[in-house]
C-alpha cells in the first residue's frame, strides 16, 4: 500500500493511518446523557509527523476563527483535542507512544474501503482497525468551556487490526470444519 499522506486544507484534515477505538460510526451513541451522535476516538502513532503536523496546523487556524467567539484573543486555558496516549492512558497499550482525539458528528460519515466501495456491514469497522479520516477542527465556547474541537467527516477503512476492548470477530473465534467432521456432528 502507498505511504498515506495527510493532507490539509483550512480546518479541514485528511489523516494518515490511525487506528480507531470507541468507534461508533454506524449508529450515534449517546455520552453521558448528551445528544446522541456519530463519534470515534483516533489513535495517531507519535511517528506519524505528517499527521500530527496538519492537526496542529488546523488546530491554530481554529484558534484564529475562534477569537470573534473569545472575546479577540484565544483563551490561555484553552481545551484543544490532540491528547498524549502516554500520559492520558498509560495503561492502555493501544495509546502507547500515541496520541489520540476525540471526534464526533450528528451526521452519520460515509464509510468505504481502500477500493472507496461503501462498506455497509458495521462489524466491518470496529474499535482496532486502521483507516483514514478526515476532520475538521472548529473552535467552540459553551457551559463556560471554550476550545477547539475535532468534527467526524468520513471514514476509509484501510486494514484489520487486533480488536480493542474485548471484542472478538466470529471469523477469528472459529475454524473452516472438514468435511468429515460435519458427518460427525450430522
Not at 495527510?6 to 453521558?32: C, D, M, N, Q, W
Not at 471526534?103 to 452519520?108: F, I, L
Not at 477542527?137 to 474541537?149: L, M, R, T, V
Amino acid at each position: 500500500m502507498a505511504i498515506l499522506k495527510a493532507k490539509r486544507t483550512g480546518t479541514k484534515v485528511t489523516t494518515g493511518k490511525v487506528r480507531l477505538s470507541y468507534a461508533h460510526l454506524f449508529e450515534p451513541h449517546a455520552i453521558e446523557g448528551n445528544e446522541p451522535k456519530y463519534s470515534v476516538s483516533v489513535i495517531i502513532s507519535k511517528t506519524d509527523t505528517d499527521t500530527l503536523k496538519a492537526i496542529k496546523e488546523a488546530v491554530n487556524e481554529a484558534k484564529e476563527q475562534g477569537k470573534g467567539k473569545w472575546g479577540g484573543k484565544v483563551p490561555p486555558n484553552l481545551k484543544t483535542p490532540l491528547r498524549d496516549g502516554d500520559a492520558e492512558r498509560p495503561d492502555d497499550e493501544a495509546y502507547a507512544n500515541c496520541y489520540f482525539l476525540n471526534a464526533s458528528s450528528k451526521n452519520k460519515p460515509g464509510i468505504v474501503d481502500a477500493n472507496v466501495q461503501p462498506i455497509l456491514d458495521a462489524t466491518e469497522v470496529y474499535s482496532g482497525c486502521y483507516a483514514r479520516l478526515t476532520l475538521n477542527f472548529y473552535p467552540f465556547s459553551a457551559s463556560g468551556n471554550k476550545g477547539i474541537a475535532a468534527g467526524l467527516g468520513n471514514v476509509q477503512k484501510l486494514e484489520d487490526g487486533e480488536p480493542l476492548g474485548g471484542f472478538t470477530r466470529a471469523e477469528d473465534d472459529f475454524e473452516a470444519l472438514e468435511a468429515d467432521e460435519e458427518d460427525f456432528l450430522g
